[in-house]
Nanobody, 121 residues
Framework: QVQLVESGGGLVQPGGSLRLSCAASGTRIKVNDMGWYRQAPGKQRELVAV???????NYGDSVKGRFTISRDNARNTVNLQMNSLKPEDTDVYYC???????????????WGQGTQVTVSS
């Protein structure tokens, strides 16, 4: 069974930095795209950043130049370095991964449980 486990959220002052991490676990899997999305109460989930297994990246417009996504394919982990944080970055951040499960015989999209990021003075 595939699981995504996130870590690294918390409270930070405006202008500060945080680093989120997410690890995909499972047997006989191949992790393709990995990414981060965020969602505030009553709003739609929005793209923060995504990275392909080959290292190609795409960012939401509101975080370009401030956030950097990276991954370690050997460990099936993805990281999000968030700099110059603003109060409007306050949200629950969700890890996302598209995973080929060779044991089950399918490819599916998985989500982490979410981690809270709060930017406030």
């Amino acid at each position: 069974q595939v699981q995504l486990v996130e870590s690294g959220g918390g409270l930070v002052q405006p202008g500060g930095s945080l680093r989120l991490s997410c690890a995909a676990s499972g047997t006989r899997i191949k992790v393709n795209d990995m990414g981060w999305y965020r969602q505030a109460p009553g709003k739609q989930r929005e793209l923060v950043a995504v990275i392909t297994s080959g290292g190609g990246t795409n960012y939401g417009d509101s975080v370009k130049g401030r956030f950097t996504i990276s991954r370690d394919n050997a460990r099936n982990t993805v990281n999000l370095q968030m700099n110059s944080l603003k109060p409007e970055d306050t949200d629950v951040y969700y890890c996302n991964a598209t995973v080929e499960d060779y044991g089950a015989g399918w490819t599916a999209e998985y989500w982490g449980q979410g981690t809270q990021v709060t930017v406030s003075s």
